[in-house]
């Protein structure tokens, strides 16, 4: 055992105002199995690259352990994995490989394939494999769940749960609770640790921010309060002030002596009220620093003329001589949130692919209501570029409803001023989902949607999808928001 100290961490890339850690200090235990959780854009893959010394920064981080970072950078995928896995660690020790992979469920031919020809959990696996043999290493873990299925998760989160020494990124509330014993958390002004795994950091953070808004609305009534006073009072000053120089009503003339005293006293009254109030509302700032925003979101999707928008019948797909899926049938009906379950290769997005009307060779019969509006969330966003402004105009969106949503799911309005390619691949898929809320379709088809998102804002996307029911086609592998929201599964 030993410690990862950080002290006083402060960082801002070039050229920016905005510091992304501003005098940051905790301490890591290197036997911990740590979970890794902030909204888009809050800095942990930054964080990890400052671990890697990457960047210079202000502060200090010590550690007696080397940083190892996953995925592994790959520089040519045509090579063998077995070469790839000899420049991850040349002193690996054969048997020890097989050990791991076999952990994995990977099977040792693997090795004597490109390392390109591997399907991208496999290539997950080998790599994960490869790094847990290094000695006195803490890993980095970034995102492995992003090319994993729903079997492939559990299996690698079964597998890190074995594990210990590292920090994993990862947005899959199922996937972190099963294999992670603290949770490390950027929040809105500083970096927490918590022993536990997710869903102890969630119910606590939902007790504190309880507790944070019960003492707001407290504050807010006193300011109110205060603020009445200092109004009634200040009015009462104004007016005695004013009867320096005149008269009673029954004509006799004040004592101005005795009347500017009267008026002294209550300018100080007032005055004192009115440093109470403003040290309430200095005190009001320092609460809710960390309550994330969590604002409900809107779809208005298109009303449909029949309640059968498509059916597809023994659909089977092809390409060349490998047929990816066979005798498929299912309907989609008004209200039904179906989701497409399967492995990966099993057809998923060529069965999305078709539905969209994308050109495909099949067998069977696909028939789609007539004049059917889809809305389709594709699970790349490499494409994406040029500002907000362009992006709405192109897609034909409301503008300022579009960045609406984005401002609910946790955008900074500097982030509307900068190009759509400089985005975290978060933010990326915001976008793609936000234009896709904005779209008048009868039909919202979503291939990966969550890939990269926070939990957060996959919170607010189920309570979107729970409340306005939309139809909706999807593919994701994320266990508890397919439990929550399909209302009907095909298996591939």
Known sequence: MSLINVSNLTFAYEGSYDNIFENVSFQIDTDWKLGFTGRNGRGKTTFMNLLLGKYEYGGTISADVGFEYFPFPVENKEDM??????????????????????????????????????????????LLAALFLKENSFLLIDEPTNHLDMEGRQLVSDYLNTKKGFILVSHDRAFLDNCVDHILSINKT?????????????????????????????????????????????NWSDAVEKTKNGTTNSGSKLDKGYVGHKAAKMMKRS??????????????????????????????????????????????????????????????????????SG???????????????????????YRPGSQLKISYVSQGTSHLQGNLTDFAREHDLDESLFKAILRKLDFARVQFEKDISAYSEGQKKKVLIARSLC???????????????????????????????????????DREFCENISTKVVEL
């Open 81 to 126: 994995t077995l070469n790839v896995i000899e420049d991850v660690y040349p002193d690996y020790v054969h048997w020890e490989l097989m050990r791991e992979l076999s952990w994995l469920q990977v099977s040792e031919d693997v090795l004597y394939r490109p390392f390109a020809s591997l399907s991208n959990g496999e290539q997950t696996k080998v």
């Open 271 to 340: 005055k004192s009220i009115e440093q109470r109030q403003h040290s309430a509302i200095d005190e009001k700032s320092k609460l809710l620093k960390n309550i994330e925003s969590f604002e409900n979101l809107k779809i208005s999707q298109l009303a449909y003329h029949k309640s059968r928008l498509a059916e597809l019948e023994n659909i089977t797909i092809s390409y060349g001589d490998k047929t990816v899926c066979r005798d498929i049938s299912f309907t989609i009906d008004q209200g039904e949130r179906i989701a497409l």
């Open 343 to 365: 492995k990966n290769g099993s057809g998923k997005s060529s069965i999305i692919k078709l539905i969209c009307g994308e050109p495909i060779e099949y067998t069977g019969q």
């Open 190 to 234: 500083n970096i927490d640790i918590q022993k536990g795994n997710f869903s102890d950091w969630w119910e606590n953070k939902q007790r504190q921010d309880n507790y944070e808004l019960a003492e707001n609305e407290k504050l807010r009534k006193d300011i109110k309060r205060l603020s009445d006073a200092a109004k009634r009072t200040s």
């Open 439 to 477: 779209d008048r379709a009868h039909l919202h088809i979503w291939d990966e949607p969550l890939n990269f998102i926070d939990v957060i804002s996959r919170m607010q996307i189920e309570e979107l999808l729970l409340e306005y029911a939309p139809t909706l086609l999807f593919v994701e592998h």
